[in-house]
């Protein structure tokens, strides 16, 4: 297999923990990536022959191997890992995808006006997933199976909290719920609360999930989706007993939400204790302006704007990887990757520049 990279990595799980805990500057850069879309990996199949040749006749154990080898190719220390069979329908609309790895079934968006729950009666017929009737296969696949210098990340599935209201609901119809159907809004709450702590506690009984990832959209360019107070009661709540469920059985608990949430992150770093903070937007905030702010406190993740991914040159990339490394690398508690998520219209040619400068760096 050829490889666009000049630095071999090999991964190291213990190493990347450490750093997410700020434990000292780590002894090389350690990656981190909430996702990359399936045309990414599809590319990289083409060209580099990742994940060729594995067997398909079971396509969950057959995704499982392919997981392990994109993520050892690219140089992470993990794989990603969710329960299955655990759908929470809502009302979608697609239109034709025009980035250049196409999404041939389109582009899905979330409805943002009318949900599937504006009222009891439909709160009552709604299909909720039932948490025990969930699988773990790949869980299991893992723990028997993942090589040792890599961990299992648990993402995806729980810790929805702000996600879920405005989905299931819609957001036009969780901000009039807030005002005029509050107690709705309540039991959305408990019963999301309900399942994801049912969900969290099996996801716990693996030992090789070293790492919780809780995954939250929480605002948008300039503040938060919902008041910071009703953040506070039907969200941020919900992921002070994620968090602690985590630390409880000693895995740090890290938070992907896109938007401004500076008016809520003194509650995220103080009362729900995130260990690290993963999505960035440079027209928010860089994440080498935060560094010696809450950066002082929790991990600082991801970070190389995707949008300036998407518009850059490699030399660019390169140099604000070094930049970026520079600053927020020193003394531990920074994992490089994308601001947000490795998606289908990024450039590969600058996903894999921002790999490979980050493997070559030596710091000054």
């Not at 709450?189 to 009984?205: A, G, N, P, T, W």
């Not at 000693?250 to 999505?279: F, T």
Request: hydrophobic residues 40%; aromatic residues 10%; contains cysteine.
């Amino acid at each position: 297999m050829n490889s666009p990279f000049r630095v071999p990595v090999k991964p190291d799980w213990p190493g990347l923990v450490d750093c997410i805990l700020r434990k000292g500057a780590p002894r090389r850069v350690h990656f981190i990536e909430l996702f990359l879309d399936a045309e990414i990996k599809d590319a990289l199949e083409r060209r580099y022959g990742v994940g060729t040749g594995l067997c398909k006749d079971d396509l969950l154990i057959w995704g499982c191997e392919r997981e392990v080898a994109f993520q050892r190719f690219l140089g992470y220390d993990f794989v990603g890992c969710r329960l299955e069979n655990m759908n929470w329908p809502v009302k979608r609309s697609s239109t034709a995808d025009t980035a250049e790895l196409q999404r041939a079934a389109g582009r899905s968006f979330v409805d943002e006006g009318r949900g599937l729950i504006t009222n009891w009666e439909e709160f009552e017929k709604y299909p909720w997933p039932d948490p025990a009737q969930a699988t773990s296969r790949a869980f299991e696949w893992f723990e028997k199976n993942l090589p040792d210098d890599m961990c299992v990340v648990a993402r995806g599935g729980f810790g929805h909290f702000c996600e879920h209201l405005s989905w299931i609901m819609g957001y036009e119809t969780l901000c009039y719920a807030l005002h005029d159907n509050r107690p709705l809004v309540k039991a959305m709450y408990d019963r999301l609360l309900q399942s994801y702590v049912v969900m969290l506690e099996r996801i716990l009984q693996f030992d090789r999930v070293r790492i919780v990832w809780g995954s939250d959209d929480m605002g948008f360019k300039s503040g938060p989706l919902i008041a910071p107070a009703d953040m506070r009661e039907f969200v941020l709540a919900g992921h002070k007993i994620m968090a602690r469920m985590a630390h409880d059985a000693g895995r740090p608990y890290i938070l992907h939400s896109c938007g401004n949430l500076a008016a809520i992150m003194e509650d995220l770093v103080e009362d729900v204790h995130i260990d690290g903070k993963h999505s960035y937007e440079d027209t928010i905030e860089q994440v080498t302006d935060v560094k010696d702010t809450y950066g002082r406190r929790i991990a600082l993740l991801g970070g190389i704007d995707v949008d300036f991914l998407c518009r850059a040159d490699a030399a660019a990339v390169r140099r604000r990887v070094r930049k970026t490394l520079d600053k927020c690398l020193p003394g531990g508690g920074y994992c490089l990757g994308t601001g947000n998520s490795v998606a289908n219209y990024v450039p590969v040619e600058n996903y894999l520049a921002m790999l490979d400068e980050g493997r070559k760096y030596s710091a000054p």
